[in-house]
């Protein structure tokens, strides 16, 4: 039995190490494809495989251009591996990110949760929830963030005083 638990014990940890390898290179998003090898379905894809195995060098994220809108909500969280030298780019080529929140537990549209050192370039960003809408949540320590060519919207405050194209705090939402 000692020999089977070891066997199993090296199986499983060759397929954690498997499930989780870090990024890094250039990778794409594209909602015509499913996700796997470089290619990421969504943005939340994306979030959920930076925020469990993280990079290991400088990612580039192209979305691939007319694939969206993408309506979702990624949350990016610490991402191990990120450095001044392995940073996160993501060229949105245009497309939209859109949501509708419904809760004020998760009233953000992008959610930068800690994230550090991520670049977006020309995307849109738009909250449509009609009571919360966080467009752009950078929170808990997000530092050295830049934003290029991007745009950030939601509804006039009209009846709800939780609209804000960008906020900041130091707590997630």
């Not at 925020?51 to 979702?72: C, K, M, Q």
């Not at 752009?136 to 290029?148: E, I, K, P, Q």
């Amino acid at each position: 039995t000692y020999k089977s638990i070891k066997t199993f014990i090296v199986l499983l940890s060759l397929v954690a190490f498997q499930m989780g390898a870090q990024i890094s290179g250039t990778v794409t998003i594209n909602s015509a494809a499913a996700t796997g090898g470089t290619n990421y379905q969504s943005f939340t894809a994306l979030a959920t495989a930076l925020n469990t195995s993280g990079i290991n060098g400088p990612l580039t994220v192209n979305v691939v251009a007319a694939s969206g809108p993408y309506v979702e909500q990624p949350s990016f969280n610490v991402i191990t591996g990120v450095s001044a030298t392995n940073t996160i780019t993501i060229n949105g080529n245009g497309n939209t990110l859109t949501f509708g929140a419904t809760s004020s537990a998760a009233p953000w549209t992008l959610n930068l949760n800690g994230a550090d050192r991520m670049t977006f370039n020309n995307l849109n960003v738009v909250g449509t929830g009609a009571t919360y809408a966080y467009v752009c949540l950078l929170s808990a320590g997000a530092d050295y963030n830049t934003f290029s060519a991007c745009t950030f919207s939601c509804p006039l405050n009209g009846t709800s005083t939780s609209h804000y194209p960008v906020i900041f705090s130091g707590i997630n939402s």
